[in-house]
């Protein structure tokens, strides 16, 4: 199991950081996405993570200002959220895959996402 936390409201400018700890299995052998859904938009990917901390990508809509980070000893991902813009508002959720959509999607494991709201 996935479970996203840590989101909350701020205000643009400022920072936040959700952590997707996982249980049940190892985190370690698992690619862990971040992935964030508007109300009304479709759920698009935001960064991803290899098990070796390796960093698969960033939404262009994030580079430079989110940066995503493991800790295999607690099983946790993190994604730190700077410079936050109004835009960034969405519901975030992980999931053990880099891909929004499609088989891949499908088939992995997510989290119940968390609320971040950014205020302008």
């Known amino acids: 199991q996935l479970q996203a936390s840590g989101g909350g409201l701020v205000q643009a400018g400022g920072s936040l950081r959700v952590s997707c700890a996982v249980s049940?299995?190892?985190?370690?052998?698992?690619?862990i996405g971040w992935f964030r859904q508007a109300p009304g938009k479709e759920r698009e990917g935001v960064a991803c993570i290899q098990n070796s901390g390796s960093v698969t990508y960033y939404a262009d809509s994030v580079q430079g200002r989110f940066t995503v980070s493991r800790d295999n000893a607690k099983n946790t991902v993190y994604l730190q959220m700077n410079s936050l813009k109004v835009e960034d508002t969405a519901v975030y959720y992980c999931a053990t895959t880099c891909v929004a959509a499609g088989p891949d999607a499908d088939s992995a494991s997510w989290g119940q996402g968390t609320q971040v709201t950014v205020s302008s």
């Open positions: 049940g299995f190892t985190s370690d052998y698992y690619t």
